[in-house]
């Protein structure tokens, strides 16, 4: 889709092109920043440093002020006030990495234009089909131009995506100055997607009174309730002993762990809740006869519930040892992030001011809980308010992850009227 520019006609009153949007996009995906909780570095992985420096560069040549990057791959930068009227300083955040889920590495997209319905071919070779069965929210797409990969990555939408809608949204004001705004803040993050996000990030630094980030799905989605989160490590201990001499010393830690997992509730997995549903999610498991070892995450949005779940687990835990013997069974939890509705009921006139945006630029809010989290849950119990904006992709962490580029440019422009209208 050569030359396809944004049209910024509907909103001002006049019909002016910028920086293609899409092309932006595209460049931040050719960079390869899927990040790796294993490796205990800041940024986990180093392509993440790479694509901030190459924002960081373009920044600075767009004209943006205190363009700042620290060692931890954390990348600010100041639109400054263009009024003396006294306006609250507004920020705009979204995510560098891309999820470990699946590789996101040789990314290669190709553009569907004016997608008329039906499957979607994405890699004849190897028969790869974005089929509509799976896959019917495509179906709100008919006419759009749609993003997608061939099969055989993840496209990156999440949260490249958020971070091109924030640069070109800064990049249009700047050329723009008749448009009157206060002071606004952007940052740029590593590892979100490996919980890490807002490891180093200096919010008083960042010097917003509230922020957005740019991360969620589908156009209208506007969240400021999330998962209560920890992060949960079993341990079983067994013993080991000839299998012909085992009778009454030998203690396996498989069977102990298959045990385990047995005993919790089988009907509150992700597959089997929604909504405001909590759940506990296996996500990784690994032993032999001495030790085996089971990796949960825990999440509910009610805060009684969810220290309930942590105590249920621990109980568990305790079961099994007066079974097996005291120490048999080691549990350690470690809090995540916290349900951000806590820090935002106190200053709701954030979400009123998304959603008038939305509306003027419009879009129909669809406010609804976050299965997850996001930067901003941890930012907002930091003392930065940060509802969460859609960013416009479907199908994030998956090789049939996609982007219309109309969802794109709303997400943008939804940008624009919160600043205009701040």
Known sequence: MEGRDVTMSRLYGFEITIMNITDRFLHYVSFH?????????TPSTP???VLARAIRDELVKMGMEDVTLDDNGYLMATLPANTDENKPVIGFIAHMDTAPDASGKDIRPFIVENYQGGDIMLNAEKNIVLEVEKYPEIKHYIGNDIICTDGTTLLGADDKAGVAEIITAMEYLLQHPEIKHGKVRIGFTPDEEIGQGADYFDVQSFGADWAYTMDGGAVGELEYENFNAAGCKVIIKGVNVHPGMAYGKMKNAMLIANEFVSLMPQAETPACTQGYQGFYHIVGMEGTVEEARLNYIIRDH????????????????GKLNDKY??????????????????KIQPVMHVVELAKKAMAEAGVAPKVQPIRGGTDGARLSFEGLPCPNIFAGGENFHSRFEYLPIQSMEKAMQVILKIIELC
């Open 302 to 317: 009610d805060r009684k519930r969810f220290e309930d779940r942590k105590q249920f687990v621990q109980a568990l835990a």
């Open 325 to 342: 013997g005291e120490g048999t069974v080691v549990v350690e939890l470690r809090d995540q992030y916290y349900n951000m509705l806590e």
């Open 33 to 41: 920043t899927t990040s790796d909780e294993t490796t205990g570095t």
């Open 47 to 49: 392509g993440q440093m």
